[in-house]
């Protein structure tokens, strides 16, 4: 029998950026609408769909070997698993997402100190509750369904919220008083998964993969081609990763430049470069950068 890995995928907000990330990837995920179970194409893997609120206490159960989910998924359900990986994107962008704490604008709440005796509403109930208690408040904390914005003021005094840009909470009236945590996407294994060689090394190929995905989003390749008179002109004006990778044309006294970067900082430098002597400038988009 074909050994297989049980990989959970997280349904909601971060399902479209990680389908994204796994294309870059080089893996093709396809899903009906009404569907738990995608098909992958890669026979080794079978793909399960779940809220990533559960998938940590899966993967720690052992019903799945692995899974994608938020780092505060698993402070929520002190999940006893191994983190392979920290993939930084989220919904929207590369960045960390934070749990914040919010207040109606006119609240006369100005830090969480300010909330003792207080109603709070959130999702992360467990963390919000360590947060409390580290800072010395006590106050009740009620777990919310969702549209947590909108039970302030007349249904708590505060929440505890995701944000990744904070334009939800700016629309809601809603300002931020404190960040309760930060956190970050992760590649979770289950620890008896972990100590199985042939899964391991499927699970960190699969990390390394996406890792390498992640790594080209905002990267662009730039080749360009020069004559020896200008090489240190353009050399001057190109930033790189690394060295630039440069190579002599069969064409007497001339020479191909190469180099990757970032691809705002790219798109301002080729004008100077073509001003500079470059010719045959070529931008092209990246799917993978292994370091």
């Keep these: 029998m074909k050994k297989r890995i049980k990989l959970g995928l997280p349904?909601?907000?971060l399902q479209e950026s990680t389908f994204?990330?796994?294309?870059?990837?080089?893996?093709?995920?396809?899903?009906?609408?009404?569907?738990?179970?995608?098909?992958?194409?890669?026979?080794?893997?079978?793909?399960?769909?779940?809220?990533?609120?559960?998938?940590?206490?899966?993967?720690?159960?052992?019903?799945?070997?692995?899974?994608?989910?938020?780092?505060?998924?698993?402070?929520e359900n002190n999940a006893k698993v191994t983190v392979v990986s920290e993939l930084?994107?989220?919904?929207?962008?590369?960045?960390?997402?934070?749990?914040?704490?919010?207040?109606?604008?006119n609240s006369s709440v100005k830090s969480v100190k300010d909330l003792q005796g207080k109603r709070l509403a959130t999702e992360l109930v467990k963390v919000t509750q360590q947060y409390l208690k580290k800072n010395g408040v006590k106050a009740d904390v009620e777990f919310s369904w969702g549209a947590t914005e909108v039970k302030v003021p007349d249904l708590v005094d505060a929440i505890v919220e995701l944000t990744e840009t904070g334009s939800s909470l700016k629309a809601n009236n809603l300002r931020i008083v404190e960040t309760v945590c930060e956190s970050t996407t992760q590649l979770i294994v289950n620890r008896e998964a972990w100590k199985d060689s042939w899964k391991k090394d499927k699970i960190e190929n699969i990390a390394l993969l996406?890792?390498?995905a992640i790594n080209a989003e905002d990267k662009v390749g730039l080749k360009l081609n020069c004559n020896e008179k200008d090489l240190k002109k353009v050399l001057a004006i190109l930033p790189s990763m690394k060295n630039p990778t440069i190579s002599q044309l069969s064409r007497a006294g001339w020479f191909a430049v190469e180099i990757i970067g970032e691809e705002k900082v790219l798109r301002n430098l080729i004008p100077p470069l073509k001003r500079a002597g470059a010719e045959a400038i070529i931008e092209y988009n990246l799917t993978k950068v292994v370091p």
């Design 88 to 105: 930084k994107y989220a919904k929207q962008s590369l960045q960390p997402v934070c749990w914040v704490l919010a207040v109606p604008v």
């Design 210 to 212: 996406m890792k390498g």
């Design 11 to 13: 349904k909601g907000s």
């Design 20 to 75: 994204n990330i796994l294309k870059k990837a080089g893996f093709k995920v396809t899903v009906s609408s009404r569907s738990y179970f995608p098909r992958i194409d890669d026979e080794e893997i079978d793909p399960v769909l779940l809220r990533a609120q559960e998938i940590p206490r899966y993967v720690e159960n052992g019903v799945l070997d692995c899974g994608i989910t938020g780092a505060d998924w698993v402070l």
